[in-house]
């Protein structure tokens, strides 16, 4: 057994492991806990398998991302595990367990049972790779091959905002997203808000701007700027902005608006919907990835901050 060989073999061990604790915790925080490294865990497969893009994506929206969410719904949820509530009986448990098991078996055997080679568009993508002058085939499918997609992808992260501000009583509506965060000027927390956001920022930028040619792009450049955004006020050296501001609003719709602009422009100057003509494909997708950028990183952060608790002062 080689060393890659017994590596890989390990990783999956481990993932198993992580999955089946996680299942198995019973509280809440601990489940969470286990979810966060089960993600983590992931991110490596990904980088195992040559997919540095799906695994950026993975450390950044499945396991961060998601993780904080979870993070503080369980937070939220703590107090009222400390009542003691009945769970679900044995023979529940073994029916999930079974309907669990017979799915992951199907699962191995409709990929065990895939023809070699697999059916692929793997080579009609990089023979029309050209087209766009992108060098980084993940976001040359993304933007061009799944364009519709992709633009759908980021209406959805608006209706997700839209259905957290809708928890907001009508007393708060147009208000500051969350608590106000306050923490020791002199702390740790402040220390890193002022050290880290420039350089996230950078490394934000950067991964945006190397996303055409590189791994990256919108969505992992995005959800950099929206950690270092969140990190500045956890640490209470600002504030999360009023929804009602409508400079805010704006940011949260350039990205779908530029993209629906382009893909009309399509009409127009190339084929169809969101055809992008040859001569300007590039520079186009460029626009799109910078303003999805904007509209990616307000809203993750918006979505982390929470609906509306405090009236305008």
Known sequence: MTMA?????GLAVV?????????????TFAAVVGFVSYGLLLTLVWVRLEAVDVALTEAAIGSGLTGALLIGAAARLRAGEA???????????????????????ALAIAVLLL?????????????????????????????????MDTLLEKVVLALALVGVWSLAPDRVWGGYPGPRHRSDPHGVLAFFARLLPPLGIVVGIYI????????????????????????VMMAGLTDAPPVS???????????????????????????????????????????IEFAM?????????????????????
Do not use: C
Request: hydrophobic fraction near 55%.
């Open 115 to 147: 023809p070699d080679p697999a059916p692929t568009l793997a080579p009609a993508a990089a023979e029309n790779a050209t087209a766009t002058g992108l060098g980084n085939p993940v976001t040359n499918v993304l933007i061009a091959f799944r364009a």
């Open 5 to 9: 060989m017994a590596l890989d073999s």
């Open 245 to 287: 501001r409508r400079w805010l609003r704006l940011v949260l719709i350039v990205g779908p608006v530029v993209f629906l602009v382009v893909g009309l422009g399509g009409l127009w100057l190339g084929d169809a919907f969101l055809a992008y003509p040859a001569a300007h494909a590039k520079p186009l997708i460029l626009t």
């Open 15 to 27: 993932v198993l492991a992580v999955a089946g604790w996680t299942i198995a915790a019973r509280g």
């Open 83 to 105: 009542s003691p509530v009945e769970g679900p009986g044995v023979v529940l448990r073994l029916e999930i367990a079974v309907l669990s098991a017979t799915v992951a078996v």
């Open 208 to 231: 945006l701007w190397a996303g055409a040619d590189h791994p990256g792009g919108a969505f992992q450049g995005g959800t950099i700027l929206a950690a270092m955004w969140l990190l």
């Open 293 to 313: 950028t904007l509209t990616i990183a307000a809203t993750l952060g918006l979505l982390l901050a929470g609906p509306p608790e405090r009236k305008l002062s």
